[in-house]
């Protein structure tokens, strides 16, 4: 009976984990997609989990290898006698016991040790090719309360400055763009055409094709090592006044003439009717800007050329400079440069997808 | 949706300051220029924009191509006519980089043609398999879309660093491969390797986007289709080669173009990863441009020009495609 109701019971299970909508059962392409997507979560997501884990391994851990996936930390115990904690180790006594003692000092390849239980016993001199260190996980903050103080580094330079450039950057953008999509969408002018060309021209200048002249705009107008440098040349995005120009033709004429009856300004026209029922296309514009602005990284490379300047973007590549790569430090600012855009995600992906899918943008 | 609430809220915060700080200055042009006159107004700040940071560019990188010297400003350069495309393309052999003038830009025009060919089609074809996944009937597929996504969103920077912490010599896979009984390997200072990860990476980085636009194409073929290819009992590869893949040739068209553009363009990842090394082996032609142009001295503006006139006009081609391409898709 036992057999029957365990068979019964797995069999249900089973039933639960593959049954879908439509067909009753799952076939073998299913499990070759579940295979796939978990070997894709491995690959995608593990890197990233790698990082942030080691950020949180102090010094020497992060130095050892093989490497362990845990953060661990050697255990300490205080011992009468001694001011200072002392570190925790498993000895392996000649008869083949194991004992946890406290390493006093080490002599060449010897050790002197202390039994913690019973200080009153005295030194043991144990080589220390018997001697493990005994670790526990521990996760260190270390690294984080060292770049968030304000001595310990230049961080919250860095974070203002990149902040700086996107939100302004960000808010011209979707002010400017929108301006010229309400122009281009709801007035019958010569020269429309013209001017909507002029704009979608752009598309075929990349940033990177026009980066000596760019340089040499922002050098004239003295802007070399200046935040503005940075945001000027990127505030008009032929995509953001080509997406919102399109959006703005569904809005319906008749709210315009109304206002227009009404006296209003053409400004309030804009201001007060049109950005507000644009909402949807001003939130893809402006995540878009955001997240171009927050991660850019070659023209803030040839206009931002002081420490004082630098974005946190330029500051982790500045990482790389200096002989040795100081990944303890690294590795903690690498996590709290991808976390706000990793956050923001979670909650804006819907619209970020959303507006990928419709116009290629980024 | 109410993190959106808030999040536009928030925005509209910031963006209101400034529009209270126009509104004067639109009112009084709208009182001498007339509403006739007023798209202009709101167009002049794009226009502007436009024109100083992307036309006028443009003329500038013709000139400065035409002309030599370190010096920054237009006054000081001599004319060379072409000699900076000369010097460019003076070379004893073309299959030798060693015997050109400029190898370094050979090294990088060669590493380029080979890596957008082999990155795009890794990128195209990993893509669509991850779409086709993403796109069948199971469990958890919000969170899986979302797993092949996120690296989009990271910072190259990050991603570059990331990935160094992973490969370096003490590095993760070499720890996991000590694990399995196999050699550790230093990934990024042998040629072959370092190109190899170099693609790994940005495919990596940038395969979510890919995906993202090909889910939406998979998702706009009509389901009765494939209810039909059922009822034939076709089997999957026939069903794959002969409806999902016609059906989304027009969206494959639209990424390959996009791959392509942004492929010919790859500069960051790289910059941080390998730095375009070892020796040159993983350099490309943006970093070219900005290696001759900006970090070694003295800096030859008139050489990084004519380099990125030639990167313009390649991708003006596939540009061109593109705006062809999208000119047939509805923008709803």
């Known amino acids: 009976m036992t057999e029957l109701t365990a068979r019964t019971a797995q069999s249900s299970i089973l039933q639960f984990l593959t049954r879908r909508r439509g067909r009753v059962r799952a076939d073998w392409t299913d499990w070759l997609t579940y295979a796939y997507l978990f070997l894709g979560l491995a690959v995608m997501f593990a890197p990233v989990l790698w990082v942030v884990l080691s950020s949180f391994k102090a010094p020497v851990n992060l130095a050892e290898f093989p490497p362990t996936f845990l953060p661990y930390a050697a255990e300490t115990v205080t011992v009468e006698g001694f001011d200072e904690p002392l570190s925790l180790y498993e000895v392996t006594t000649e008869d083949g016991e194991t004992r946890q003692l406290a390493q006093i000092r080490r002599v060449g390849l010897n050790a002197q040790m202390i039994d913690p239980a019973n200080p009153g016993a005295g030194r043991l001199v144990v080589p220390v090719a018997d001697a493990k260190p005994v670790r526990s996980i521990f996760f260190t903050w270390q690294h984080y309360t060292r770049l968030l103080s304000a001595s310990g580094s230049d961080l919250w330079l860095f974070v203002y400055n990149s902040l700086f450039i996107t939100i302004v950057a960000t808010a011209i953008t979707v002010i400017m763009n929108s301006m010229a999509a309400f122009a281009l969408s709801k007035y019958r002018f010569k020269g429309n055409t013209l001017a909507l060309i002029a704009i979608l021209m752009t598309l075929m200048i990349p940033p990177t094709v026009v980066l000596v002249p760019i340089y040499l705009i922002v050098a004239q107008l003295g802007l070399v090592g200046n935040l503005w440098g940075v945001i000027l040349p990127t505030v008009a995005t032929p995509t953001g006044v080509f997406l919102l120009r399109q959006y703005m033709l569904t809005i319906p004429d008749e709210l315009i003439e109304a206002a227009r009856m009404d006296h209003a300004s053409e400004w309030r026209i804009y201001w007060r009717i049109i950005l507000p029922l644009s909402a949807p296309a001003l939130a893809v514009v402006a995540i878009f800007s955001i997240l171009s602005r927050w991660n850019d990284f070659l023209l803030p490379l040839v206009v931002l050329n002081r420490r004082e300047v630098f974005t946190l973007q330029l500051a982790l590549a500045s990482f790389q400079d200096e002989n040795q790569i100081h990944y303890d430090q690294l590795l903690a600012m690498t996590t709290l440069t991808a976390l706000p855009l990793a956050f923001a995600f979670i909650f804006l992906q819907r619209y970020i997808a959303s507006g990928i899918a419709s116009t290629g943008i980024k | ?332």
């Open chain 2, 1 to 332: 949706m109410r993190a959106a609430a808030t999040f536009s809220g928030a925005f509209t915060a910031l963006v209101a300051l400034p529009a209270r700080a126009i509104e004067p200055v639109m009112r009084g042009a709208q009182k001498i220029l007339g509403i006739k006159r007023m798209p202009w107004v709101f167009l002049f700040p794009n226009l502007a924009a436009v024109l100083f940071f992307s036309l006028l560019p443009v003329f500038i990188n013709i000139f400065y191509s035409a002309t030599g010297s370190d010096r920054l400003y237009p006054a000081d350069r001599p004319y060379v006519g072409a000699a900076n495309y000369e010097t460019l393309f003076e070379c004893g052999s073309y299959l030798d980089p060693s015997t050109c003038s400029r190898d370094l830009f050979w090294r990088a025009l060669g590493n380029t043609l080979i890596f957008v060919p082999v990155q795009v089609a890794a990128m195209i074809g990993i893509a669509l398999f991850t779409a086709i996944c993403l796109n069948r009937d199971i469990r958890g597929r919000g969170f899986f879309r979302g797993i092949f996504f996120f690296p989009v969103m990271l910072s190259p920077v990050v991603v570059a660093l990331t990935w160094q912490w992973i490969l370096q010599r003490n590095g993760a896979l070499n720890g996991l491969l000590t694990a399995l009984g196999l050699t550790p390997v230093n990934w990024l200072v042998f040629p072959n390797s370092a190109f190899f990860w170099s693609v790994f990476v940005t495919v990596w980085a940038h395969m979510g986007f890919f995906t993202i636009i090909l889910l939406a194409g998979l998702q706009s073929i009509p389901r009765d289709v494939y209810e039909a290819a059922k009822m034939d009992a076709a089997n999957p590869w026939r069903v794959f080669t002969r409806i999902t893949l016609p059906m989304l040739k027009p969206t494959l068209l639209v990424v390959f173009i996009l791959c392509v553009i942004r492929s010919v363009q790859t500069f960051d990842e790289l910059y941080v990863l390998t730095g375009g090394g070892p020796g040159s082996a993983t350099i490309l032609i943006v970093q070219y441009i900005y290696e001759i142009g900006f970090a070694i001295q003295p800096r030859n503006f008139g050489l990084a020009a004519a380099a990125s006139l030639l990167l313009g006009a390649v991708l003006l081609v596939f540009t061109l495609i593109q705006l062809r391409l999208a000119r047939g898709k509805s923008y709803d």
